[in-house]
C-alpha cells in the first residue's frame, strides 16, 4: 500500500482501517442480530460519506473490500436471515455499489454466476435472493444477469426435479416475482416459465399426497432439500403471483403464442388470491399481491366488489399493515383499482381512438360495460360500505408519497358520488385531503391537484359550518385556488377542476368575513382571470363567487369602490355579464351588483357605461325570472338611494333609459310581495325628490 501523508491521507487511512475492522466483526459466526445490524450500519454509513469523499479525490474505501468481504454482505441478504438483517444488508449492498461503481457490478456479476454454476441448492438460494434484494437498486444491472442466456431455461427443470427444497422454490419465486416489475424480464419469464409455473399453481393434491406415501429407492438428495415430491401451498401461491403478473403482460398480441392456451385464466387466480385472503392470512402479503394485478382486470374487479367478506378482510389487511411497506402499497393498489373511473375522452380523441381500431381491423371498439361510471359507481359505493376511509385516514398520516397519491386517488374516486361526500366529510376525508396537498412536494403536482378536486367536490355538498369543527376553513383556500387556473401540463384543457374550486370557494365565501378575505389574499389574481372565459358555467361559477365575496363591505371596498381603474374595469366586466345570454350568469351578476351598489364608485362605474343604466333596468324587464326581476328593483333602488351628485346622475340615466315604465312592468308582471315592495320603493325613490 502507498505511503499516506498528511492529515488527509490519515483520515483515509482510518477510513480504510475501520472498513476491514467491520468486515472481520461481520466475518464473524454466532453474533447476535443486533450486533450485525449495528456492524452493517456502520459499514452502510462509511460507504455513503466515501462516495462523496472520493469526488473530492480522496482514496475510496471501496478499493479494499474484496471478494469475500463482498460474499459476507451478500450471504446477509439471505432469505434465512431475520427480516431485519435482509433489510440492512440491503442499504449497505446500494451504499456499496454507489462507492465502488462499475467494479462493484463487476464484482456482483462474477458472484452471481459464480454461485449458479455450482448449483447446490444453498448456493441457488444465495443468489436468488441477491437477485430479488438488488433488482430496485440497479434494475439494469439485475436484468442483465437475469437475462443471461441459458439462465431462465434452466430454472425449469430444477423447480421439476423430483426431490423438492421448498427454500429454493422460494427464493426462485420471490426472484421471478421481483423481475417482473421490468417489462422486458416480464416477456422473458413468459417466455420460459409460464408453463412449470402453471403445474405449480394446478398441482393436484391427491398426487401429492400419493407422493407422500411412496418410495423411491433411486431418489437422491441434496443437503437442503426436503424429501417431498410436491410443491408446498406457500411456493404455489408465490407462483399465482408470478401468473398474475405475466397475465397482463400476455395479453391478445403474444409475439410468439404458444399451441395450448393457459390452463390458469386471470379468474382463476383472483378467486385463490381471494380464498387466501380469507384461509390463510399467514401469506396475506402474497394474497394482495396477486390481487393488485388480477383487479386490472374488469371481471376480476367487479367479483370482489360483490364479496362484502373480501373487501372487509382487504380492508383489515390494510388497516394493520405497516406505514410505507410493501402489503399497505399493495392494499392500497387494489382499492385504486376497484375505484378508478375510466378518464373523459375527447370528442377529437374518441375519433382517433375510433381510426386506430380499423387500422387494427378491429372494428367497432366496444367499451368494456363493467367498466362505465355507473358499474364503477357502485363498486366505490361497495368499497365506501367496507369501511376504507378512516382507514385511509389513519394511513395518510404516516404515508410515503407513492402511498399518499394513491390514497388520493381512492378519495377522489369516491368523491364523484354526491350521496358519499357529506360521509366522507364526517370520516375525517376533508383533513385528509388538506393534510396529504400540505405534505407532497410541489413537483408532485398531479396528486395535489387530484387532492385539491376531490376536495372541493365534497365542499360544494357539505356545509363548511360541520366540516370544520376542528380544522380551520382557512387550510382549505389554497388547495382549493391551486386549481383554478387549468393544468398547464395536461394534453387537453380541463376546465372542470375550475368550475368545482369556484363553487366550492364559493360555498366557504357564504359564511363569514374572515373567510371572506382570505378567499381574496390567496386568490384573487387566478379568480379574476377567470371573469373572462369563454366557458358559460366557469363565467357564472366566478360570478357567484365574487357576489359572495363582496358582502364583506371591506373586499368590496377594495376590490371594486377604491375609483382605480382596476375597479372600474371589473365594474365593466360584471355588468357585460349582467346582460349575457345565459340566465344564470345574469342572476350571479345581478347579486354582485345588488350588493355593490351600494357603493358611489360602483355606481358611477355603471352610469358611466354607455348601456349600463339600459342592462340594469333589463333585469327588471326579465319575462321569466322573479328572482332577476328582484335583483333589478334592488340595484335601481340602490343607484338612487345616494346623495348628491350620484343620485341626480343616476336617476336622471334612470328615467332617460326607461326607467319608470321598467318599474312598472317589472310591478305588473311579478307576483312575490317581497319583489312588489322592492319595485314599489324603487319606483318612489325614482320618482321622488332626494
Request: glycine fraction near 6%.
Amino acid at each position: 500500500m502507498a505511503a499516506v501523508t498528511g492529515s488527509a491521507g490519515a483520515e483515509s487511512l482510518g477510513r480504510r482501517d475501520q472498513t476491514l475492522l467491520l468486515f472481520a466483526r461481520l466475518m464473524e459466526g454466532g453474533k447476535e442480530d443486533d450486533e450485525t445490524v449495528a456492524d452493517l450500519g456502520k459499514l452502510t454509513k462509511l460507504l455513503n460519506e466515501d462516495a462523496d469523499l472520493a469526488k473530492k479525490g480522496e482514496p475510496s474505501v471501496a478499493s479494499v473490500i474484496d471478494n469475500d468481504c463482498l460474499d459476507t454482505i451478500l450471504c446477509y441478504l439471505d432469505m434465512r436471515q431475520p427480516d431485519i438483517v435482509r433489510a440492512h444488508a440491503t442499504l449497505c449492498t446500494s451504499a456499496y455499489l454507489k462507492a465502488a461503481g462499475e467494479d462493484g457490478s463487476k464484482k456482483i456479476t462474477d458472484f452471481f454466476h459464480s454461485r449458479i454454476r455450482r448449483g447446490t441448492y444453498d448456493d441457488y438460494i444465495v443468489a436468488f435472493c441477491v437477485a430479488a434484494s438488488i433488482f430496485p437498486i440497479v434494475p439494469d444491472l439485475t436484468s442483465e444477469l437475469f437475462l443471461t442466456e441459458g439462465f431462465l431455461s434452466s430454472l425449469g427443470p430444477l423447480m421439476r426435479r423430483k426431490w423438492k427444497s421448498r427454500k429454493v422454490e422460494t427464493a426462485c419465486l420471490e426472484m421471478l416475482n421481483t423481475a417482473c416489475m421490468q417489462p422486458q424480464c416480464r416477456e422473458a419469464v413468459h417466455k420460459y416459465c409460464v408453463d412449470w409455473l402453471e403445474e405449480i399453481v394446478d398441482q393436484d393434491p391427491d398426487d401429492a399426497v400419493k407422493a407422500m406415501h411412496s418410495v423411491d429407492s433411486d431418489a437422491h438428495t441434496q443437503e437442503g432439500s426436503v424429501a417431498l415430491r410436491w410443491h408446498s401451498q406457500h411456493v404455489q401461491n408465490l407462483a399465482a403471483v408470478v401468473l398474475a403478473k405475466l397475465r397482463p403482460a400476455a395479453g391478445d398480441q403474444d409475439p410468439e403464442p404458444r399451441i395450448q392456451s393457459a390452463t390458469t385464466s386471470i379468474e382463476d387466480l383472483s378467486k385463490r388470491f381471494t380464498k387466501m385472503l380469507v384461509e390463510d392470512p399467514e401469506h396475506v402479503q402474497s394474497s394482495v399481491e396477486g390481487l393488485a394485478y388480477a383487479t386490472i382486470q374488469s371481471k376480476v374487479k367487479e367479483e370482489l366488489a360483490q364479496d362484502k367478506d373480501s373487501l372487509k378482510r382487504l380492508v383489515k389487511a390494510l388497516e394493520s399493515a405497516p406505514p410505507k411497506s410493501p402489503l399497505t402499497y399493495g392494499a392500497l393498489s387494489i382499492f385504486v383499482n376497484l375505484t378508478r373511473y375510466q378518464p373523459v375522452e375527447t370528442e377529437e380523441q374518441k375519433k382517433l381512438k375510433q381510426l386506430k381500431a380499423y387500422a387494427n381491423a378491429a372494428g367497432k371498439l366496444q367499451a368494456d360495460p363493467l367498466n362505465d361510471d355507473a358499474q364503477v359507481a357502485e363498486r366505490c359505493k361497495r368499497v365506501f360500505e367496507a369501511g376504507i376511509t378512516p382507514v385511509l385516514v389513519t394511513h395518510c398520516k404516516n404515508g410515503s408519497v407513492a402511498s399518499l397519491s394513491l390514497i388520493i386517488s381512492i378519495i377522489y374516486s369516491l368523491s364523484m358520488t354526491p350521496a358519499l361526500r357529506g360521509q366522507l366529510a364526517q370520516q375525517g376525508a376533508v383533513r385528509l385531503l388538506i393534510g396529504a396537498w400540505a405534505a407532497l412536494p410541489e413537483k408532485e403536482d398531479k396528486a395535489r391537484r387530484t387532492a385539491a378536486q376531490a376536495l372541493a367536490r365534497i365542499l360544494i355538498s357539505t356545509n363548511p359550518a360541520l366540516v370544520f369543527r376542528q380544522t380551520p376553513q382557512s387550510a382549505a383556500i389554497r388547495p382549493l385556488t391551486s386549481i383554478i387556473t387549468p393544468d398547464p401540463n395536461a394534453e387537453t384543457r380541463d376546465l372542470l377542476p375550475t368550475f368545482e374550486a369556484l363553487l366550492a370557494l364559493t360555498n366557504l365565501a357564504s359564511t363569514d368575513n374572515d373567510t371572506r378575505r382570505s378567499i381574496v389574499r390567496t386568490g384573487w389574481d387566478d379568480i379574476e382571470e377567470q371573469l373572462f372565459s369563454s366557458n358559460t358555467r366557469v363565467s357564472t361559477a366566478v360570478v357567484e363567487l365574487i357576489c359572495n365575496l363582496v358582502q364583506s363591505p371591506e373586499e368590496a371596498m377594495t376590490l371594486f369602490g377604491d375609483g382605480s381603474p382596476r375597479a372600474e374595469t371589473r365594474i365593466k366586466v360584471v355588468l357585460a355579464l349582467a346582460d349575457a345570454e345565459d340566465e344564470k350568469t345574469r342572476s350571479a351578476a345581478g347579486g354582485a351588483l345588488a350588493s355593490l351598489t351600494g357603493f358611489d364608485a360602483v355606481v358611477r362605474g355603471i352610469l358611466a357605461q354607455p348601456r349600463g343604466a339600459g342592462i340594469v333596468l333589463d333585469l327588471c324587464r326579465d319575462d321569466a325570472n322573479e328572482g332577476l326581476r328582484h335583483r333589478g328593483a334592488v340595484i335601481v333602488h340602490n343607484m338612487i338611494s345616494h346623495e348628491g351628485d350620484v343620485y341626480k346622475l343616476a336617476r336622471e340615466k334612470l328615467l332617460d333609459a326607461g326607467g319608470v315604465e321598467a318599474l312598472t312592468e317589472c310591478a305588473k308582471k311579478s307576483r312575490t310581495g317581497e319583489v312588489v315592495q322592492a319595485v314599489v320603493h324603487a319606483l318612489e325613490a325614482l320618482l321622488g325628490e332626494n
